[in-house]
């Protein structure tokens, strides 16, 4: 039997299916928020969960195992690596701004407190080609 086996399939194969739900977490972070589909978002909303817990733990161990869930691209900016600014210029104490980094100095230290829920869903009208349901999937 296959009791509490439900995965969100999306309709993709397996690695098609890790690597948008992998592309999506990773826009989701570097801007907060991500217009997607109704089912992509109910998809990614346990997935990013997961990996800001990782970030609130924030030893190597997360670090490593974070990097297996979201792309480390640069963002474009700079970040303070003690206390967490970012900055338009570098300077002696601050590095380039990816968003592994974002994820563990900004975002864990944010949701530092927080027990849960980190995500939030808002519906949106229906998509105009195919009236299929939009969701706007943002950090809280």
């Given at each position: 039997m296959r009791h509490q086996t439900k995965k969100h399939t999306l309709g993709k194969a397996q690695d098609q299916r890790k690597a948008l739900l992998r592309s999506l977490a990773t826009e989701l972070f570097v801007h907060g928020e991500i217009i997607t589909t109704m089912a992509r978002a109910k998809a990614l909303k346990p997935y990013a969960e997961q990996i800001?817990?990782?970030?609130?733990?924030?030893?190597?161990?997360?670090?490593?195992?974070?990097?297996?869930?979201?792309?480390?691209?640069?963002?474009?900016?700079?970040?303070?690596?003690?206390?967490?600014?970012?900055?338009?210029?570098?300077?002696?104490?601050?590095?380039?701004?990816?968003?592994?980094?974002?994820?563990?100095?900004?975002?864990?230290?944010?949701?530092?407190?927080?027990?849960?829920?980190?995500?939030?869903?808002?519906?949106?009208?229906?998509?105009?080609?195919?009236?299929?349901?939009m969701a706007l999937i943002q950090l809280v």
């Open positions: 800001i817990t990782l970030a609130k733990k924030g030893d190597l161990n997360s670090r490593r195992q974070a990097l297996r869930y979201v792309f480390d691209k640069e963002i474009g900016n700079f970040i303070n690596l003690e206390t967490g600014e970012i900055n338009e210029v570098k300077d002696e104490k601050s590095a380039p701004q990816t968003v592994l980094r974002k994820l563990f100095v900004v975002l864990g230290k944010e949701y530092s407190s927080r027990q849960g829920g980190y995500t939030k869903i808002f519906r949106l009208p229906p998509r105009r080609g195919d009236a299929s349901e």
